[in-house]
């Protein structure tokens, strides 16, 4: 795996199921006795037109984009997680027959945007 087919992974299995998850979530909760607080959210999302629960599913999915978007910028080390001066750097290796640094050139954030 290089760092372009670990972004596209991110998109599929991180991305996108928390973007579907979330909706799903709202449309309708799973379990037999969920939180208030997910049936509050339920009850308001099913209650909007058609057009406000797409800009609802926009809004999750600018949300998510943004979460992944920062943590990326922290293994990139261009958002700092430290107050120090001196700060370390966090390395993210993929490791299957060989070993791939795949933050080496402390992109990630660029590539997935």
Excluded: W
């Amino acid at each position: 795996m290089n760092t372009n087919e670990f972004i596209e992974a991110i998109k599929i299995v991180v991305r996108d199921a928390a973007i579907e998850d979330s909706i799903s979530l709202l449309e309708s909760p799973p379990g037999r006795n969920p939180s208030k607080t997910t049936l509050d959210l339920t009850t308001f999302y099913n209650r909007q037109a058609n057009d406000d629960k797409e800009m609802i599913n926009k809004i999750i999915e600018s949300a998510v984009d943004e979460a992944i978007f920062g943590l990326l910028c922290v293994l990139d080390g261009v958002r700092a997680i430290e107050n120090e001066d001196d700060k370390g750097t966090l390395d993210l290796y993929f490791t299957k027959s060989k070993s791939v640094h795949l933050n080496k050139d402390r992109n990630l954030h660029d590539i997935y945007n």
